[in-house]
């Protein structure tokens, strides 16, 4: 089986590290079956949610490997249920201060949970077509008398698109053109509107790309001459209730007046789109608009049209591109100077999911977003939720005199350094699930303003419920141990003698730390708003 296609390796790591040996094989071979199963039946991409969603499952007692020769008995069950019975105790006898570090907490994680959302859904897109792995936009790039780029289109010639497929069989598996139209006035009864999403396309557009069809068949709606498909919206913006298929909608644009046949109606094109469909017509009209077929497959100046490819699973794109220029010559001969054409044009494949972030060529369907600002954001959420547990860690070292009297108590009554390590660790990562809950319902209520700001369609479990369960586990976990990790190791090794003479050297020790992370906390709330603004 190709690799390519294989379960997440990273949960396949994990599973490994927590099953217990004797289970293992069977189950990861239970695992790896089921998702091979579901690769046939769903997609790539909902196979492997669905394989992490499993492996999640197996996190049960029975599974989990043994830990130092025990299972986890009743009695690692009574240690835990202590030490949270303890860090609430805590919590609820300093209200005030159990209230700054939650909230505090909250506010970061929600400002990090709203940035990743954002992040999350620029990085998704085009992902949800089945072979989007496998599509590649060609692009036409002309070169001057120096080798350098003059000019570079993300759409190409008409004859592009069907001579690719030709010349090279098996390889490119099949190729579809799109025509954008501007902005003709669409008609329909006594409804008229101009419309902005407005193409004509290959017959073979839904065989490339998988949007749902809620009416007609997506192999031959668009086979035949003066046919159209319409997204839903669409459908019902011109005939309401009403069933479109089968009725006419007059096409209106560049002197020209066509009634085009509804045999289709598809979903509306998703949010995480690099272009958006209202409208798409048989390409049919614009062979017929150049005069036929045969006329429109000798245009090579008329660099107006989108064309994708679909290549086999795990096809290398670089051999397809190193014969382009022998695909050029062919072609297109020689150019006005004599020499071959191939010395002054150049076609580029780049995959479907990277356009949105990283073309930004002469020429795009739509404007695209930049991943340099994915970067950006990122940082500037790990700040945040750096700076949060920076401020996490000042109120606990601050609290260090009054929990080093208790530290020092406990180990005069016989405490073990490893428990008092755990315990806080405990209350820790009790704040940061609380933090955690408390910022979900601030996220909730804050994401349609944020979505007004962005101009996104963000949802609170995104594109990919799994990507929130995993961001807010990993919080939990992270801040939990990274926040709570300095004050759990730090006040554990008081020595209880030192502490109960009242020497104030761990306070000193305390308060020196609190400097040192305070400075930081101001130099990296600065730095990234520094290099936005510079960017």
């Given at each position: 089986?190709?690799?390519?296609?294989?379960?997440?390796?990273?949960?396949?790591?994990?599973?490994?590290?927590?099953?217990?040996?004797?289970?293992?094989?069977?189950?990861?071979?239970?695992?790896?079956?089921?998702?091979?199963?579901?690769?046939?039946?769903?997609?790539?991409?909902?196979?492997?949610?669905?394989?992490?969603?499993?492996?999640?499952?197996?996190?049960?007692?029975?599974?989990?490997?043994?830990?130092?020769?025990?299972?986890?008995?009743?009695?690692?069950?009574?240690?835990?249920?202590?030490?949270?019975?303890?860090?609430?105790?805590?919590?609820?006898?300093?209200?005030?201060?159990?209230?700054?570090?939650?909230?505090?907490?909250?506010?970061?994680?929600?400002?990090?949970?709203?940035?990743?959302?954002?992040?999350?859904?620029?990085?998704?897109?085009?992902?949800?077509?089945?072979?989007?792995?496998?599509?590649?936009?060609?692009?036409?790039?002309?070169?001057?008398?120096?080798?350098?780029?003059?000019?570079?289109?993300?759409?190409?010639?008409?004859?592009?698109?069907?001579?690719?497929?030709?010349?090279?069989?098996?390889?490119v598996l099949n190729a579809v053109r799109m025509n954008s139209s501007g902005r003709p006035l669409v008609v329909h009864g006594d409804k008229r509107f101009?419309?902005?999403?407005?193409?004509?396309?290959?017959?073979?557009?839904?065989?490339?790309?998988?949007?749902?069809?809620?009416?007609?068949?997506?192999?031959?709606?668009?086979?035949?001459?003066?046919?159209?498909?319409?997204?839903?919206?669409?459908?019902?913006?011109y005939f309401g209730d009403e069933d479109p298929m089968g009725q006419t909608v007059t096409y209106n644009d560049f002197g020209l007046s066509q009634e085009?046949?509804?045999?289709?109606?598809?979903?509306?094109?998703?949010?995480?789109?690099?272009?958006?469909?209202?409208?798409?017509?048989?390409?049919h009209m614009v062979e017929m608009f150049f005069g036929g077929r045969e006329n429109l497959m000798k245009n090579w100046g008329g660099n107006n049209y989108?064309?994708?490819?679909?290549?086999?699973?795990?096809?290398?794109?670089?051999?397809?591109?190193?014969?382009?220029?022998?695909?050029?010559?062919?072609?297109?001969?020689?150019?006005?100077?004599?020499?071959?054409?191939?010395?002054?044009?150049?076609?580029?494949?780049?995959?479907?999911?990277?356009?949105?972030?990283?073309?930004?060529?002469?020429?795009?369907?739509?404007?695209?977003?930049?991943?340099?600002?994915?970067?950006?954001?990122?940082?500037?959420?790990?700040?945040?939720?750096?700076?949060?547990?920076?401020?996490?860690?000042?109120?606990?070292?601050?609290?260090?005199?009054?929990?080093?009297?208790?530290?020092?108590?406990?180990?005069?009554?016989?405490?073990?350094?490893?428990?008092?390590?755990?315990?806080?660790?405990?209350?820790?990562?009790?704040?940061?699930?609380?933090?955690?809950?408390?910022?979900?319902?601030?996220?909730?209520?804050?994401?349609?303003?944020?979505?007004?700001?962005?101009?996104?369609?963000?949802?609170?479990?995104?594109?990919?419920?799994?990507?929130?369960?995993?961001?807010?586990?990993?919080?939990?976990?992270?801040?939990?141990?990274?926040?709570?990790?300095?004050?759990?190791?730090?006040?554990?090794?008081?020595?209880?003698?030192?502490?109960?003479?009242?020497?104030?050297?761990?306070?000193?020790?305390?308060?020196?730390?609190?400097?040192?992370?305070?400075?930081?906390?101001?130099?990296?709330?600065?730095?990234?708003?520094?290099?936005?603004?510079?960017?």
């Amino acid at each position: 089986m190709n690799k390519k296609i294989g379960p997440p390796q990273l949960f396949t790591k994990w599973f490994g590290w927590f099953c217990a040996d004797e289970y293992y094989e069977e189950l990861q071979g239970d695992l790896e079956e089921a998702f091979y199963d579901n690769v046939e039946l769903y997609g790539l991409r909902k196979a492997r949610q669905l394989y992490r969603l499993e492996v999640l499952k197996m996190l049960r007692p029975s599974v989990i490997k043994k830990l130092n020769g025990q299972n986890y008995n009743s009695n690692n069950i009574d240690m835990l249920s202590n030490y949270l019975k303890i860090a609430i105790r805590n919590m609820l006898g300093q209200k005030v201060y159990s209230f700054i570090n939650v909230f505090g907490l909250a506010v970061g994680m929600t400002a990090t949970i709203l940035i990743s959302l954002y992040v999350q859904d620029e990085l998704s897109y085009d992902k949800y077509h089945e072979k989007s792995d496998r599509i590649y936009r060609v692009s036409r790039e002309w070169l001057n008398q120096d080798g350098e780029s003059s000019l570079h289109l993300g759409h190409v010639a008409a004859p592009f698109g069907p001579l690719l497929k030709n010349d090279f069989e098996g390889i490119v598996l099949n190729a579809v053109r799109m025509n954008s139209s501007g902005r003709p006035l669409v008609v329909h009864g006594d409804k008229r509107f101009e419309e902005n999403n407005f193409f004509f396309a290959d017959a073979d557009l839904f065989d490339v790309f998988s949007w749902k069809m809620l009416k007609g068949n997506r192999k031959t709606a668009l086979s035949e001459p003066n046919t159209i498909v319409l997204s839903a919206s669409a459908a019902k913006r011109y005939f309401g209730d009403e069933d479109p298929m089968g009725q006419t909608v007059t096409y209106n644009d560049f002197g020209l007046s066509q009634e085009l046949k509804v045999t289709g109606v598809m979903e509306d094109t998703p949010h995480n789109s690099h272009f958006k469909m209202d409208m798409v017509a048989s390409f049919h009209m614009v062979e017929m608009f150049f005069g036929g077929r045969e006329n429109l497959m000798k245009n090579w100046g008329g660099n107006n049209y989108s064309t994708f490819i679909v290549v086999p699973e795990g096809y290398n794109i670089a051999d397809l591109e190193a014969q382009i220029p022998g695909f050029i010559d062919k072609h297109l001969g020689e150019n006005m100077s004599g020499a071959m054409a191939s010395t002054t044009n150049r076609l580029h494949f780049m995959p479907l999911t990277d356009i949105h972030l990283h073309s930004h060529l002469d020429s795009e369907i739509e404007a695209n977003g930049d991943i340099a600002y994915v970067y950006t954001y990122t940082i500037i959420a790990l700040f945040i939720l750096i700076i949060a547990c920076i401020n996490f860690m000042n109120l606990s070292t601050a609290r260090s005199v009054k929990r080093a009297r208790e530290v020092g108590v406990r180990k005069v009554m016989g405490a073990y350094r490893s428990s008092l390590i755990r315990q806080f660790i405990t209350e820790s990562v009790l704040v940061a699930f609380i933090s955690v809950l408390l910022s979900v319902l601030l996220v909730y209520f804050l994401l349609p303003g944020f979505n007004n700001f962005s101009g996104k369609e963000l949802t609170l479990l995104g594109t990919d419920p799994m990507f929130l369960v995993g961001l807010l586990a990993a919080v939990v976990i992270v801040v939990g141990f990274v926040a709570g990790s300095y004050p759990a190791f730090y006040l554990s090794a008081y020595q209880p003698a030192v502490v109960l003479k009242g020497s104030n050297k761990a306070n000193n020790q305390a308060f020196s730390l609190r400097s040192i992370l305070v400075i930081f906390q101001f130099f990296i709330s600065i730095w990234p708003s520094d290099r936005v603004v510079s960017f």
